[in-house]
């Protein structure tokens, strides 16, 4: 339940900035299956990876962590 919140706000965020997987992955340097893994909810990024994927996404982590994670 926790990796699938993970996964469909970093996929919205990742929409709403205008990045598709693969230039997103790109950007993060992993590879576009581990992306892809996390936005289905099968894997919770590590807190580094949250942390670079906020940052890319040019919000703040505590945005892109889901409410009840906090």
């Known amino acids: 339940m926790e990796a ?5 706000r970093i996929r919205a965020y990742r929409k709403l900035k ?6 997103f992955s790109k950007e993060l340097g992993i ?3 581990i992306l892809g893994e996390i ?10 990876l949250a942390d670079e994927m906020a940052q890319a996404l040019q919000i703040s982590l505590e ?8």
């Open 4 to 8: 699938e919140k993970w996964g469909r």
């Open 18 to 23: 205008g990045y598709t997987q693969e230039s």
């Open 31 to 33: 590879s576009v299956s």
């Open 39 to 48: 936005e289905r909810g099968n894997r919770v990024p590590n807190p580094k």
């Open 63 to 70: 945005e892109l962590t889901p409410p009840e994670e906090q």
